[in-house]
């Protein structure tokens, strides 16, 4: 659920993804070039990258801590991407339940989801049937959704998830796998980072959405 903050919070200001009914992408990001979203951007670290090596896509991220989606989307802003960038304050279950129209999204990534291990927390994982409803429904034919982890576990859970799913086909070094040993998006997650400078191994996962 995401925070409602006061009017008198910090962050009471935070640029939120609108409250309800249907919201197109380009009420959020004008134009017609490809449009890439970030689930859980965070300190928007992988954001920032991704606009320097790929200066032709628009970026969204859909970040639920309302203190960083206001920082990120500030920072953007002021360094002269915020019409290209944005980073919004939502849940991205509900958020992409509602964004349209179907088919018009290049691009999904996940980085390192999901820090939660306790059973109690189960409803708080991104990862589930209805997120992947929502990807499917909103990429396009031959569109991307790339997922990495340094968690053994997870990344079975999500191989697992998604390859169920009837709207995605793998797509990553080899056919009939999705597994990737690289990251080919020129841009990295801080985690990223420093799962790399401590030696960690990192499972990278990348999916194609089928044509309808």
């Known amino acids: 659920m995401v925070f409602r903050p006061r009017p008198n919070h910090p962050y009471a200001h ?77 849940d991205a279950r509900e958020a992409l339940s509602r964004l349209g129209p179907d088919a018009s999204i290049d691009t999904f990534f996940m980085h390192f989801p999901d820090p939660w291990w306790k059973k109690k927390h189960a409803k708080r994982l991104v990862m589930g049937p209805g997120l992947l409803d929502s990807i499917a429904r909103l990429l396009r034919d031959g569109g991307a959704f790339y997922v990495q982890t340094d968690v053994a576990e997870r990344a079975e859970m999500y191989e697992a998830q998604i390859g169920a799913h009837e709207a995605f086909e793998p797509s990553g070094d080899e056919p009939g796998s999705a597994r990737m040993a690289e990251n080919p998006y020129g841009a990295r997650s801080p985690r990223e980072h420093h799962a790399i400078a401590d030696g960690l191994p990192v499972t990278r996962l990348r999916y194609r959405r089928r044509p309808r």
Do not use: C, H, T
């Open 14 to 90: 935070a640029a939120r993804f609108p409250d309800e009914g249907p919201v197109d992408i380009a009420s959020i990001l004008p134009g017609d070039s490809p449009v890439e979203i970030e689930i859980g951007p965070g300190r928007g670290g992988f954001l920032f990258e991704r606009a320097a090596a790929a200066p032709d896509r628009r970026l969204l991220g859909l970040e639920i801590r309302l203190k960083w989606s206001s920082i990120v989307d500030e920072r953007l802003k002021k360094q002269g991407l915020g019409a290209r960038a944005r980073v919004l304050n939502a």
